[in-house]
C-alpha cells in the first residue's frame, strides 16, 4: 500500500513541474499585461492539435514536431495581443469587458478545433518505458516533462534577473509610467511578454502531448488549473505560483489514489477555497488596501 | 535648450495647465514654487510626455517633443524625477540603477556608472542588493535620483525632491542637488521647501492655479514682499 502512495507522491511532484510552468505563463501575463489570460489552456491544447497534425499525419518526427510548435506558438501569443489584447487596452476596457473578450477567445478557439479536428481524442499513441526507482515507477514521458519544465524554469529565472528585457519585462510589471521614464517602450514589452507566452504554450504542448491525447475542451481544465494555481500562490507572485503548482499536483495525484480521480478533484477545490478563505491574497501575496 | 510655449494641459475635461511658457538654459538650475494643486507636477509630467499638452508647443534642442511617447523624450536626454522616486519596489537597489542604464547609449557604461554613484553614496553600495522598498525614505530619494543619472540626461526633471522627508535629510538630499548642479547638469525643480530651493537655483517661476504668474532670478524672489509672507514664511 505505500508504495502506492509514494507513486502518487513522485507523480504528483512531476505533474506540478509542468503545472508550475503553466502558472509561470498565465502569471507572467498577468503580472505584466495586466490580463488574465482565460484561453492560456486553450493555447496549450493548440499547441497539441499542431503537434498531432505534424506528427501523424505529416509524418513529421516528434522531435521536429515539438521544436516547430515553439515558435509557432510564440507567434499565435504575439498575435492575440495584436488582435485581441492591444486593442482592449487602446480603449482602456474594464476588467469585465477584458475577462469577457478572453472568454469569447476561449469559444472561437474550442470551436475552431473542433470544426478542424473534430470531437475525438487525439493522440500520439506513443509507448515510453517505465522507469523503475526501487518499488517506484515513472512514466518517461512524465519524468521528461518535468526536467524539461525545470530546466526552462530556471532558464526563465536568468532571463527575467539577468538580462536587459528580464528587467524592463519586471520593471513594467511594477510601475509602468516609471519604466515608461527609463526609457522602456511598454507597447513593445507586451508583445514580448505575449510571446514568451506563446513560446511556454507550446513547450507546455510539446510535453503534455506523449502523456495526454487532445479534443477540443482540453484546454478548458488547464485554463482552470493555471488559475487555481496562480491564486492559491498570490496573483502574479511567481514564486508563489512554483509552490502553488506542486502543492495542487501533489494534493490532486495522492487524492486521486486514496479516492477517486473525481472526488479528488473535490479535495482540491475544497484545500483551494481552505487556503483562500484564511489567506485571500494567496500563499506568498501581498495584500493591497486601497 | 528647453522651451515650453503656451501650453494648455487637461485632465479629461478638467483644465490644469493655462497658457504655461517656461524656459531653460544649458547648465541652468530653475525651480518652480506654488501651492498645492498649482499644476507643477503636471507641468513636469507633460515635459517628460507622460502627459501630452492640448495646444501649444514644447522644444527641445529646437526640436519639438510634445506628442513624442515618454520613452523617446528619455532618450533625447529628458530624465524625470518623479515625486516619492517612484522606484521599483520588488527590485533590487542595483537593478533599480541597472533600469535605470536601459537606453541603449548608456548601457555600455553602466559599469563605470555605479561605481561614481557608489562613491557618491556608499550607503547605496552597502545597500545594493536590498529590495528598494526596504530602503528608508531619504535612501529611496538619492536612490531615485541616482538612477535617473544612469541614463546619462542632459535635462533633470526633479518633483518636489524633499517632500515627506525628516528635516536632516532634506537638507542632505538638497546638498546632493547640489552636486549634481555643480557636474554641469541642467535642473527644473518643483518644490514647496520654497526657501532652501530658492537658494540652490539661477532663475525662478511662481505658478498659482494652473497659470504662471512670476518669473525672475533668484534674488527677485527672496526679495519678493508677497513670495516672503505667503512662501517663505518670513
Not at chain 2, 529646437?62 to 524625477?81: C, F, M, N, S, W
Not at chain 2, 553600495?125 to 531615485?144: I, V
Not at chain 2, 522627508?165 to 525643480?189: D, N, T, W
Not at chain 2, 532652501?196 to 525672475?216: F, I, N, P, T
Request: charged fraction near 15%; glycine fraction near 10%.
Amino acid at each position: 500500500m505505500f508504495e502506492l502512495y509514494a507513486n502518487a507522491l513522485v507523480n504528483g511532484i512531476l505533474l506540478g513541474g509542468v503545472f508550475a510552468l503553466l502558472a509561470f505563463g498565465m502569471n507572467l501575463i498577468f503580472g505584466v499585461v495586466k490580463i488574465i489570460h482565460l484561453a492560456y489552456g486553450q493555447c496549450v491544447m493548440l499547441g497539441m492539435y499542431l503537434v498531432y497534425t505534424l506528427v501523424v499525419q505529416l509524418k513529421i518526427p516528434i522531435i521536429l514536431a515539438c521544436l516547430i510548435s515553439l515558435p509557432v506558438m510564440g507567434i499565435v501569443g504575439v498575435v492575440l495581443q495584436w488582435l485581441v489584447i492591444n486593442p482592449l487596452l487602446k480603449a482602456k476596457a474594464n476588467p469585465l469587458t477584458q475577462l469577457l473578450a478572453l472568454a469569447g477567445l476561449t469559444i472561437v478557439v474550442e470551436n475552431l478545433a473542433q470544426v478542424t479536428w473534430g470531437a475525438d481524442l487525439r493522440g500520439l499513441n506513443i509507448q515510453l518505458p517505465l522507469i523503475s526507482v526501487g518499488d517506484i515507477y515513472l512514466r518517461t514521458s512524465n519524468l521528461i516533462a518535468f526536467l524539461g519544465a525545470l530546466i526552462t524554469l530556471g532558464g526563465l529565472y536568468l532571463f527575467l534577473n539577468r538580462t536587459y528585457l528580464g528587467l524592463a519585462i519586471r520593471s513594467i510589471a511594477q510601475d509602468v509610467d516609471s519604466a515608461r521614464l527609463m526609457g522602456i517602450n511598454p507597447e513593445k514589452i507586451y508583445y514580448i511578454t505575449m510571446a514568451v507566452g506563446g513560446l511556454l504554450t507550446g513547450l507546455i504542448a510539446a510535453f503534455f502531448s506523449p502523456i495526454y491525447a487532445v479534443h477540443p475542451h482540453f484546454g478548458g481544465s488547464f485554463t482552470m488549473m493555471a488559475f487555481i494555481i496562480v491564486v492559491l500562490g498570490g496573483i502574479g507572485n511567481l514564486l508563489g505560483g512554483f509552490i502553488g503548482a506542486f502543492v495542487i499536483g501533489i494534493v490532486t495525484s495522492v487524492s486521486a489514489v486514496l479516492t477517486s480521480t473525481e472526488i479528488a478533484d473535490i479535495i482540491t477545490l475544497v484545500i483551494f477555497i481552505a487556503v483562500i478563505l484564511v489567506r485571500p491574497q494567496g500563499l506568498l501575496g501581498i495584500r493591497i488596501s486601497r | 535648450m528647453l522651451e515650453v510655449k503656451n501650453i494648455d494641459v487637461f485632465y479629461g475635461e478638467f483644465q490644469a495647465l493655462f497658457d504655461v511658457s517656461l524656459k531653460i538654459s544649458e547648465g541652468e538650475t530653475v525651480i518652480t514654487v506654488g501651492p498645492n494643486g498649482a499644476g507643477k507636477s503636471t507641468l513636469l509630467k507633460t515635459i517628460s510626455g507622460l502627459l501630452r499638452p492640448r495646444s501649444g508647443s514644447i522644444t527641445f534642442f529646437g526640436q519639438r517633443i510634445d506628442g513624442l511617447p515618454a520613452h523617446k523624450i528619455v532618450e533625447l536626454g529628458i530624465a524625470h524625477v518623479p515625486e516619492g522616486g517612484r522606484l521599483f519596489p520588488q527590485l533590487t537597489v542595483w537593478e533599480n540603477l541597472k533600469v535605470g542604464s536601459y537606453l541603449k547609449k548608456s548601457r555600455q557604461d553602466f559599469p563605470l556608472a555605479v561605481k561614481e554613484i557608489y562613491q557618491l553614496f556608499p550607503v547605496l553600495d552597502e545597500r545594493k542588493r536590498q529590495l528598494a522598498d526596504t530602503l528608508s525614505g531619504g535612501e529611496r530619494q538619492m536612490l531615485a535620483i541616482a538612477r535617473c543619472l544612469m541614463s546619462k540626461p542632459k535635462l533633470i526633471l526633479l518633483d518636489e525632491p524633499s517632500s515627506g522627508l525628516a528635516p536632516r535629510v532634506v537638507s542632505r538630499v538638497f546638498e546632493f542637488v547640489h552636486q549634481i548642479k555643480s557636474q554641469g547638469y541642467a535642473i527644473l525643480m518643483v518644490e514647496q521647501n520654497v526657501r532652501k530651493a530658492l537658494q540652490l537655483s539661477d532663475r525662478a517661476y511662481l505658478m498659482e492655479s494652473g497659470r504662471m504668474v512670476k518669473e525672475g532670478p533668484k534674488q527677485s524672489f527672496l526679495e519678493d514682499p508677497y513670495i516672503k509672507k505667503v512662501y517663505i514664511g518670513l
